[in-house]
């Protein structure tokens, strides 16, 4: 009886076979483990569900390794073939044999007669509907950077607000930096913190995102220390008419006052009603549009470009 599935990609936020893996760990009721011989530990039949060309050299070498040690005392899930020699010794030491597709089935049968040929269900991991109430939170920005804290602050704003709510996550990477353990801890910390009413969003193209903007009722940004002037979400909310709710401190944009046209969370005993929220959002257009819109800062680097 298969025991363990196990991946080489772990992380089902950022690999489709890693996504897969959960799922299909979920139904059999075993868990996930990495294809390494210290995390396969005392597994006694693991299922390696596995695509050969997203391993390095040694990561591959290593398994070829531990393959021929336990021949015939697991089983192989391939999601692709690409004709290796180490993928020929693994389809020949494996107990048994399952391939995603009618393809990799009539490649490998000559090989392994008595392959099964199967395929991949649908691996939506949260399958929710979005749930239509009062208040709407958009927050995006990078993975990196989700100060919790203040997140449970602005839960217990939207509790004491009355109102039901949503809050819609968006998140983005610097370049060279991936959706860590770190990121997976703290957006389930805000599922915890909001009992569940989160929705992750992924990547979201600038059209997304524009429009996420002027649907919501508050852009939740939060920073380190505070709102800097250099910040293009906030002022992209700013310039949508987006009520922001955020944290200043004296190093943030001197022109920005808390209830006038942004929510300083630090400052906030509870939220506004739906007529100031108004207000704050032209407030905010305004002030984004005639100090910190393009033209404004064009106007003070041509003198340098004429020079």
């Not at 080489?8 to 690999?15: R, S, V």
């Not at 293009?232 to 700013?238: D, G, H, I, L």
């Not at 944290?247 to 942004?262: F, Q, R, T, W, Y």
């Not at 906030?268 to 033209?295: H, Q």
Request: aromatic fraction near 10%.
């Amino acid at each position: 009886m298969i025991d363990c599935i196990a991946g080489y990609h772990l992380n089902p936020w950022t690999c489709g076979i890693a996504k897969f893996n959960a799922i299909l760990a979920r139904h059999l009721d075993v868990p996930v483990v990495g294809i390494r011989a210290v995390e396969l530990g005392d597994y006694r039949r693991p299922l390696f569900s596995v695509k050969l060309s997203e391993f390095t050299d040694r990561d591959a070498a290593d398994l070829d390794v531990w393959g021929a040690a336990h021949a015939g005392r697991f089983d192989l899930f391939l999601h692709a073939f690409d004709g290796s020699v180490i993928e020929k010794r693994l389809v020949a030491a494996a107990a048994r044999v399952y391939c995603g597709n009618r393809e990799l089935f009539e490649q490998l049968r000559p090989a392994r007669p008595d392959i099964h040929e199967l395929f991949c269900p649908g691996t939506i991991l949260s399958p929710q509907r979005f749930q239509r109430t009062d208040l709407s939170v958009f927050t995006f920005g990078m993975a990196h950077k989700i100060r919790v804290p203040l997140y449970r602050r602005l839960r217990d704003l939207l509790e004491a607000s009355g109102h039901s709510y949503s809050v819609y996550v968006s998140t983005a990477l610097h370049e060279n930096t991936s959706f860590d353990g770190s990121f997976v801890v703290r957006f389930e910390e805000l599922q915890a913190i909001f009992n569940g009413q989160v929705y992750f969003m992924g990547y979201l193209s600038d059209t997304a995102v524009f429009n996420h903007l002027m649907d919501c009722t508050f852009l939740a940004a939060f920073f380190e220390k505070g709102l800097r002037a250099n910040n293009t979400s906030v002022n992209a909310a700013m310039e949508c008419g987006c009520a922001v709710i955020t944290n200043l401190d004296e190093h943030s944009p001197a022109g920005l006052v808390h209830m006038k046209n942004v929510i300083d969370i630090g400052r906030c005993d509870r939220l506004p009603d739906a007529k100031l929220t108004e207000r704050i959002r032209r407030a905010a257009r305004d002030i984004a549009r005639a100090e910190y819109g393009w033209e404004q800062l064009v106007a003070q680097l041509r003198p340098a470009v004429r020079a």
